[in-house]
Every structure is written in C-alpha cells, then in structure tokens.
C-alpha cells in the first residue's frame, strides 16, 4: 500500500516504517525548506490520490540543531500549520532538539525502576535464582538496552545513572546466591559482585553490541547505507612504513570516495514526522 510513497518525494530523504512516515532535509536557507515544503505537499497529494488520509494532530516538525539560534519555518500541511516540537518519540526512541538523549536516558532509568521494584516484590519466594534473573532480563534489562545503538550515553553522568539500576538488581542476587548483603564497596567492589552472580555491565554491553552492529553493517547483512559511509578504516600513524600505507584498505577508501566527496554528511537540521 505505501511502497510507491517514496517515490513522490524528490528533495527529502523519506524513512518509512509500517504507517510511519519521516521526511528530512539538511536546511541551509529558505529555499531548502520551499523544498521540503514541496515534498510535503507531494505527499499531501499522494494521500488523497490512495485514499490514505494523514492524522494532522499527530504530524510534527523538529529541527535538530546545536545553533543558539536555529533557522524556523512553518510548514503546512493540508493547510494547516504543523506543530513545532522540541521533541518527539520515535519508534520507542526519544529524540530531541540537540540530540543528546538524556531525556530518554532518564524515562528507561525510571521505568526499569518501576519494573525492578515490583519484580524484586514478585520474587520473594523464588527458589529458582535462574528464574529471577530471567524475570530482570526480561523486565528490567531490557528497558535499559533497547534500542542502545542510537542512543548509547556518553557522558559519565547518565552511564552511571544506567549501571545503578543493575546495581541495586546484582547485589540483591548476591544476597539470595550467598546470603550476604554486599554493603561495603571497598569489599565488595561492583566488578566483584559482577562476576560472582554472572553479569557484566552495561556500558561493556552497550560497545559489544555496537561493534557487532558496525560489523554486520560492513558484511551487507545489515542494510544501514548511511553508517557504511561513515565508516572509516585507517592505519594508525607509525604502524606500518610510509611506502605501504597506500594500499592498505584501498578498497574501503575507493568505497567512500565514489559514493560521496563529503563521506561524512551532516545531520538534517529540519524533521518532519507524519502519522
């Protein structure tokens, strides 16, 4: 039904997921954005030409920018004025004007709270500590891993503020595993408490996952174009003689050069999401 929808747009790049539909454009002047609005309006007609209609309340635009003062444009659509967001949940990811993620970072911390403290209630007479740490896998863990690619924390502050909820999570199971309390961190060091109950951290994870991710990318088993061509391999300086660094990853660098002369392109400054 929307394979088609693609198509229509000529300036924006278009993402679709299910009844999901993104359009982005890197914004340097009002012309960019008369373009964006032409695509908007394309699919504007699209929609009526296939007899599916756009829910306008749930239309938004964002524009992601790290300027003090970022360029606006009202963008319309069917009309009407699309509301400006400073921002917007998308596909279980919160993203905002300046893409940083610490409200998202924030909102799973609190939730997998929630979901920590009515599981360590639920438990209470489990025998089985295989159970129990199935049951925070499920219900806790996964809330603090989800979708960790894109949003992945790399100030210190919010790395930590993710490793407490396991935290508290392992030194419960230390207690019901050997029944001692690990209440002194001197000698009980978090690492120590990891390793005796079988866990590793999150932030350990977090890399693992991303490098099997950039991996996948690289084998086309993944089809991610964007981060391919952001991908690149170098020699470090003085590993290897002057006279051999040419040819070394000649192929990744002939890759990059024919698809784009910026290999690095820059984030769209203007987001328009419809529903």
Not at 210 to 224: D, K, P, Q, S, W
Request: glycine share 4%; with cysteine; hydrophobic share 40%.
């Amino acid at each position: 039904m929307i394979n088609d929808l693609p198509k229509v747009v000529q300036n924006a790049k278009c993402l679709l997921f299910a009844d999901d539909l993104k359009l982005s454009l890197t914004v340097g002047d009002k012309t960019y954005c008369a373009r964006l609005q032409k695509d908007v309006e394309r699919v504007l007609r699209w929609s009526r030409d296939n007899h599916l209609q756009f829910n306008n309340s749930k239309c938004a635009v964002i524009s992601f920018s790290r300027s003090h003062t970022p360029f606006l444009f009202d963008y319309k659509f069917n009309g009407k004025p699309i509301s400006r967001v400073v921002e917007v949940r998308d596909l279980g990811v919160n993203f905002n004007t300046g893409l940083t993620f610490r409200s998202h970072i924030m909102k799973c911390c609190k939730k997998a709270y929630r979901n920590l403290g009515f599981m360590l209630r639920a438990v209470r007479g489990f025998n089985n500590m295989k159970a129990v740490a199935a049951l925070y896998n499920a219900l806790v863990r996964s809330q603090l891993e989800a979708n960790a690619v894109i949003w992945a924390p790399n100030e210190t502050k919010y790395s930590h503020m993710l490793e407490r909820v396991q935290n508290k999570f392992i030194r419960y199971l230390y207690l019901r595993m050997y029944g001692v309390y690990p209440f002194y961190p001197l000698m009980y060091p978090t690492l120590f408490v990891l390793g005796m109950v079988g866990y590793k951290e999150l932030r350990a994870r977090r890399e693992f996952t991303l490098v099997a991710y950039i991996v996948e990318v690289m084998r086309g088993r993944t089809h991610n174009p964007d981060v391919l061509m952001q991908v690149r391999l170098c020699v470090p300086e003085g590993y290897v003689r002057r006279r051999r660094r040419p040819t070394l990853l000649d192929w990744a660098d002939t890759f990059i050069k024919r698809g784009t002369n910026d290999a690095r392109p820059p984030h769209p400054q203007c987001h328009i999401r419809a529903m």
